[in-house]
């Protein structure tokens, strides 16, 4: 246990479908990331925020919707999605955003049909 | 771009071997991680080496930085089945203002 949960573990939705991913640490982190780890490719980063604030958005498409609603939770709203945004979501946290050691959650699987 | 690159992508060996995976990297750097991923799941810390150090020990774990080569190498000593997993580097990217990660060498661990 990292102290970072992950709901739900797996989703399976269709493209025209809206869903939430929910993230949790209990840490006391002040950063929180989402990234997106797809078959054959490097974990990509998607969002961070530090003290719930958004502090880089790293080109992602809008139908990805990220929310953090206080520093412990972090939520990305998911909406008419591709196939090809299949993948597994991994939430982290951090003490302070950079260079400090990252806490992983078990991730989602997601399977967009 | 990547910041942190592994090699090999793939590496298989004998219970009781040793694994040695490499990492490269490009710009200047405060400290570098390793981290490890168990198939399907989150990635786990390891072992964080900053840049005034050239090797760092934790149990059977040993990893080494050389910053003029711009490289590290993570150590695995006397292997088990269950260190069969991922492995990826880390390292801070300025501009993203986040930890970027290689692509990881797989590591299988035959019993």
């Known amino acids: 246990e990292t102290g970072v949960t992950q709901t739900p573990r797996h989703l399976v939705m269709g493209m025209t479908n809206k869903k939430s991913l929910k993230c949790e640490q209990h840490?006391?982190?002040?950063?929180m990331y989402w990234y997106k780890q797809s078959a054959k490719k490097p974990l990509e980063l998607m969002f961070v925020?530090?003290?719930?604030?958004?502090?880089e958005n790293n080109s992602v498409p809008s139908r990805f919707s990220p929310e953090c609603p206080n520093s412990s939770h972090l939520f990305l709203h998911l909406h008419t999605l591709q196939p090809e945004d299949s993948a597994l979501y991994l939430c982290?946290?951090?003490?302070?955003?950079?260079?400090?050691?990252?806490?992983f959650g078990p991730g989602t699987r997601l399977l967009v049909l | 771009s990547q910041q942190g690159e592994e090699d090999p992508q793939a590496l298989s060996i004998q219970e009781g071997e040793n694994a040695t995976m490499n990492c490269s990297y490009k710009?200047?750097?405060?400290?570098l991680q390793w981290y490890r991923q168990n198939s399907g799941r989150g990635l786990v810390h390891l072992i964080l080496?900053?840049?005034?150090?050239r090797e760092k020990h934790s149990g059977r774990l040993r990893v080494t930085l050389d910053t003029s080569k711009k490289s590290s190498s993570l150590l695995i000593t006397a292997s088990r089945a269950a260190d069969t997993a991922s492995y990826f580097c880390?390292?801070?990217?300025?501009?993203?203002?986040?930890?970027?990660f290689g692509s990881g060498t797989r590591l299988q661990v035959q019993p």
């Open positions: 982290a946290s951090s003490r302070e955003s950079g260079q400090e050691t990252q806490y």
């Open positions: 840490l006391g982190h002040n950063a």
């Open positions: 925020y530090s003290l719930e604030e958004r502090v």
């Open positions: 710009t200047s750097i405060n400290n």
């Open positions: 080496i900053r840049s005034n150090e």
């Open positions: 880390a390292t801070y990217d300025t501009g993203r203002r986040a930890l970027t």
